[in-house]
């Protein structure tokens, strides 16, 4: 998936069942805040996003509504 605002956007990467869980939770346009991922160069043959930086979301990580 892919995160957006103003300022840029990131990629960010969920696997297996964390995918699953976090699909039906997520809308386009709407805000969330995004904690406890872990940050890592990306890997640009995976992404066509312009950021030198994604985001792995792991069991701990929190995705709320703003």
Do not use: Q, W
């Amino acid at each position: 998936m892919t995160f957006k605002d103003e300022t840029g956007e990131i990629r960010a990467a969920a696997f297996n069942t964390l995918a699953e869980n976090l699909f039906p939770k997520l809308e386009e346009g709407k805000v969330y805040y995004v904690s406890k991922g872990k940050v890592n160069l990306a890997n640009k043959k995976f992404s066509n996003v312009h950021n030198d930086f994604e985001i792995t979301l792991e069991k701990k990580s929190e995705i709320t509504e703003v």
